[in-house]
Structure formats: structure tokens, C-alpha cells
């Protein structure tokens, strides 16, 4: 009974020891050789040069190894995305030059060599403040340029070609900023790597200053003469042939708003004037010059007109009879009754009451044309006061 006893304690004994000899060291190896036989080579997945981190693919290796030198190496410390890649920090690595980094696993210790490229350091660009466009000198093997304002942090990708719709955006941008003078940065577009093709690192940061335009040209309106105080070095904006055309010196609403005279359209103009580009600075700033409408010509009868006037002896005799400071009239005589073309180059008389005005035969002589008009309004934009051209003319042929 005792013998039976033993021979079956011996029998668990024996059973337990092999269960642990399973457990503990059968079952461990297999899948441990199972994972060491599925290992591959240490590969490199996307290296970003914007955000400076490099995936490194483990590849069914426990462990990463980087060196500098193949002598040194050190574990790859990084946190693992879902694809099971380390995401290694790059930003440590110089850009004076490129950098050869050698990677390995602690199961395949074939040795990854990756070669990462050193900033281009020569990349230039420089801005034309006359014609308002830009250079760009050894871009290297970009496609693309990023900018942005010093004051943004938000980098535009924009082509080299000029004739692209993101680089003419950008012109357009520019011409925009130079209202006053800021400053831009520039640097060639970085291309993302991936396992063997490392990508393009972008250029260093060019900082370029973009000029303000100078000053808006100061104009005025003469309400006497209609004279508009331009200058050759000035242009003014052709809406119809879409071009900006050379003023001349002391042009005239009838040579650049004959629209908005009473004997045109009768309608607002609005004109945009700027002082013209040189070869040592580009064009102005923008004047916009608005010519009202003209009014119709003051109404010649009776005492309850506009003008009057009638003969008396040999005497002619001339009122406004609703003239005041407030409506203002004017005057001229053409002695010698020859109709004046060029009212630029004369004088005109001011009236402001309704006194009788009266000439003599031989200072308003018969054939002699007297001209009548409504007075203008020079513009003061502190004052709040618009411009108002002064009224088409009347006339009045003396026969006594």
C-alpha cells in the first residue's frame, strides 16, 4: 500500500516537473525564435523637415540603435506612432552641413546609413521697389518659395513661375503692404523624405523689406479756371483703354473729366492721379480726385431770375437779384463780343448782393457778349466742404 503511495507521488511529482519544464522553457523559446526570425533591417519611414521629427520603422526589432560614428551608439529613446515607428526628434541635428546618421536594431544589426542634407545657406531674394517684383538667386532644387509677414506666423507656398496664379497673389499681396513699409521672410519650400529619398531641407530665412510707395499727389481743382494743378511727372487712369497715361502740366476738367461737365454727361467722375514711376522710384501712392457734375446754366428774365438786366439811356444795367454771400454769381465780358474758348486763362468777377451793376456804352459796347455763371466751391476735406464746380454759363449779346 505504501509502495503504491510513492509511485504516485512520484508519478505527480514527475508530472509537475514537466509542465514547468513547458511552461518555463519550451514554450519562451519558441516564441521568442519566432519573433527573432520575423526581424528585418532598421528602415527610415517620413522625415519632416518642418516639424524636425524622422520615423524611424522598428521592424519587429526590440530594440534601435543611432551613432554618429558606428562606434558610439545609443538607444533610440521616442515615442512609438500607430504604425510602430519611433518619431525621433531631428531638431538637434546642425544644418551648417549635412549629417550622416547610422541606425541598427539589437536583433538585425544590419547598419542603415542615412545621409540627412544641409540648409541651403545661399538661397537670396530681393525685391524691385520700382517695378515691385522680386529675384531669386540659388534656389537650389525647389519648386516652390514660402513666405510670410514678420508679424504672421503662418508660412504661403508660392511657385517661381511667374505667370502662375500663386505668384501673381503674392504680387498682388505686396503692392498691397506698401500702403506703409513692412517687412517679409522668404525661404525655399522643404521637401518631406522617406526611406531612401531624404527630401530637401528649406533654404535659410531671407528677411526683405518691402518700401512704402511715396505720397499720394496733393491736387486741387481751380473753381475760377477748372485748372486741375497736375504735373508732368504725374499719370492719370484711362478706365476705357485701361492704361495709365503722362499728364501734362495744369490739365483741365474739360481734358480729364468732360463727362462730368454740363455740356458732357452731367455725371461725377472720379479720377485716380499718382506720380509716375522713375527709374530710381516707382509709382505713388493713389490720389482719387472726385469732379461732381456740373449744374445747368443760371436762368437770364425777369427780376425773379437768376440774371437781369435791361438798357437804361445809354446804360446797360445788370443784377442778380437772388445773389448773396452764400449764392455766389460771377461775371466777365468779352468787350469785343469774340467767344471765348479757353475759359482757363480769364478773369472772372465776383457777385455776392444784388446791387444794380451798370456799364457804359463804352465800357460794354453793343456786339460785346457778357458771360454769366453760378460760382463753384473749393473743396476742404477738414472742413467738411466739398468741391462744387461752378455752373455752365449764360450769355448775354449787348444790343442796345
Known sequence: MQNKKMRLKQIIVFFGMFLCFILIGTTPKTVWADTESSATAVTVGTINYDTLYMNVQKNNNTIVYYSLD??????????VNSNNEYVM??????????????????TVKTILTVVLPAQNTSFKAVFNKVDGDFTFTNIGDSATFQWRNVTDYTWHTVSYEMDSDSYLEFLDTIDSYRVTATKIII???????YGEDVGIRSSKEVTVSITARGSAPSLKVNIKSLVINTTASMEYYDEEKDLWIDCDKNMTVADLAPESLYSGAGTATTLLIRKAATSSSPYSKTTALVIPRQSGPPVIGDSTKDVTYYYEDSKLVLQFPKASSTVVYEYLISKDGTDIEDMSSVSWKTIKTST????????????????VRLAGTTANAAK????????QYATINVDR
Request: hydrophobic share 30%.
Open 70 to 79: 558606428k562606434s558610439t551608439w545609443y538607444e533610440v529613446e521616442a515615442d
Open 89 to 106: 526628434d531631428i531638431s538637434w541635428i546642425s544644418t551648417s552641413s549635412s549629417t550622416t546618421i547610422y541606425f541598427k536594431g539589437d
Open 187 to 193: 525661404r525655399t519650400t522643404s521637401e518631406n523624405g
Open 356 to 371: 444794380l451793376k451798370k456799364f457804359s456804352a463804352n465800357s460794354v459796347p453793343d456786339g460785346a457778349i457778357i458771360y
Open 384 to 391: 467738411y466742404i466739398d468741391l462744387v464746380l461752378p455752373s
